[in-house]
């Protein structure tokens, strides 16, 4: 489990094909020190396992080829920076939302819009996840804990921050750039519920902002 507050920016060193999947080797002088292997680390937003670390300025990771195709992890070259949290402890404060690290899809960065006090960035996502990102609500784009501003039609916003920019790899994509999405696992938890008790027939249709909101305040 994790907060969504990156710790710090690693490089990928190394993404090596094995019969698995690959192995990514990611560079931070200093971060690994006394993270044990087996410990997890989210990456880009990405619950993966610490299989090794030969010093204090690489660790390596096995990712499975399901974890490839659905996360941007895929397409990661060395070179690319990353987003990196150590899970979190107990008695840890918690200043973003709970993040499990499972990614729900990959969303797509549709526009950025600019001003000097913060910028908003709109995401393109497919209908099915968009059912669980409502406004107000919380969110992890690669691993990031934000919040949601609008919610448009299979797209969503969020506005960041100087700090955020800054402190995160988020501020270097362009549009069109891929990101992994993360909704928030209390309204997952909500929508799941809703459809069920309202019948099977119902239970593949997508919930509606006002049927949620009844039910929220009920």
Request: aromatic share 4%; hydrophobic share 40%; glycine share 8%.
């Amino acid at each position: 489990m994790f907060s969504g507050i990156i710790d710090a920016i690693g490089v990928l060193r190394e993404s090596r094909q094995t019969a698995g999947g690959r192995v990514l080797r990611i560079e931070m002088p200093g971060y690994w020190r006394d993270v044990p292997a087996g410990a997890s680390i989210a990456i880009d937003g990405v619950c993966l396992t610490l299989t090794r670390s030969d010093d204090e300025r690489t660790a390596d990771f096995d990712v499975i080829a399901e974890t490839l195709r659905r996360t941007t992890l895929g397409d990661r070259k060395p070179g690319d920076r990353v987003n990196l949290q150590k899970s979190l402890a107990v008695g840890d404060r918690i200043d973003g939302h709970f993040v499990q690290g499972h990614v729900d899809a990959i969303g797509t960065v549709s526009r950025v819009e600019s001003s000097p006090r913060e910028s908003k960035w709109w995401i393109r996502l497919a209908p099915d996840p968009m059912k669980y990102v409502t406004p107000k609500g919380s969110v992890a784009i690669d691993g990031i804990s934000l919040t949601v501003a609008e919610v448009g039609n299979n797209e969503f916003s969020v506005a960041l921050i100087p700090t955020t920019l800054d402190r995160t790899t988020l501020g270097q994509k362009l549009t069109g750039a891929t990101v992994n999405i993360e909704t928030d696992i209390l309204t997952r938890t909500v929508v799941h519920y809703l459809q069920t008790v309202h019948g099977t027939e119902n239970r593949d249709r997508a919930m509606n902002d006002e049927l949620l909101a009844r039910h929220l305040a009920s």
